[in-house]
């Protein structure tokens, strides 16, 4: 076993952070996408599987912030701002803004995988696979979503599906 150790390659300390903040900045802007998403996705269940995408999104980040600070690494201040998607019309263009984000999360998840198994310190690895496998989780959600199931966070137990749709804007001033 020993002997193996010894060949297998090392992440440094350093590298380990810079690989942090990286994954940090790309995870960010994934949330800053859906962010954006939730804005145009009226349709209330795709707007409730966005909504906790986010949330789960607003978790990752933190792991991420706290595992940085505890390596002495500074938490880069980031555009909060998601910008802006065109305003799209009709189920079938909602459905390929998932569509699109669905892929987004798996070319994330296909390119971190690797990068998590070379972190030599157990925890960071076990986070960023934590993180990576709930990622998937969202993907297949929003995969289902832009296949037109919106069931996504759950199975109805009776009666209508909720009517209506939902704002862009939550709260106004």
């Known amino acids: 076993m020993q002997d193996l150790q010894g060949k297998a390659e090392r992440v440094k300390p350093t590298e380990i952070l810079h690989r942090l903040l990286e994954v940090r900045s790309e995870k960010a802007a994934l949330r800053r996408r859906h962010l954006a998403a939730a804005r145009i996705a009226g349709q209330y269940d795709i707007n409730n599987t966005y909504q906790y995408v986010i949330a789960r ?38 459905r390929n803004v998932a569509r699109e984000d669905a892929a987004a999360i798996d070319r994330f998840v296909d390119a971190w995988r690797p990068r998590a198994a070379a972190i030599s310190q157990a925890r960071h690895q076990l986070m960023l696979n934590l993180m990576l496998g709930e990622m998937q989780e969202q993907s297949r959600l929003l995969h289902q979503a832009s296949a037109g199931r919106i069931d996504l966070l759950g199975r109805r137990t009776g009666g209508e599906r909720t009517p209506g749709t939902v704002l862009p804007v939550r709260w106004v001033e």
């Open 57 to 94: 999104e607003d978790q990752h980040l933190s792991w991420l912030a706290d595992a940085i600070r505890g390596m002495d690494g500074t938490v880069p201040d980031e555009a909060s701002d998601p910008g802006d998607l065109p305003a799209v019309k009709g189920d079938e263009a909602l």
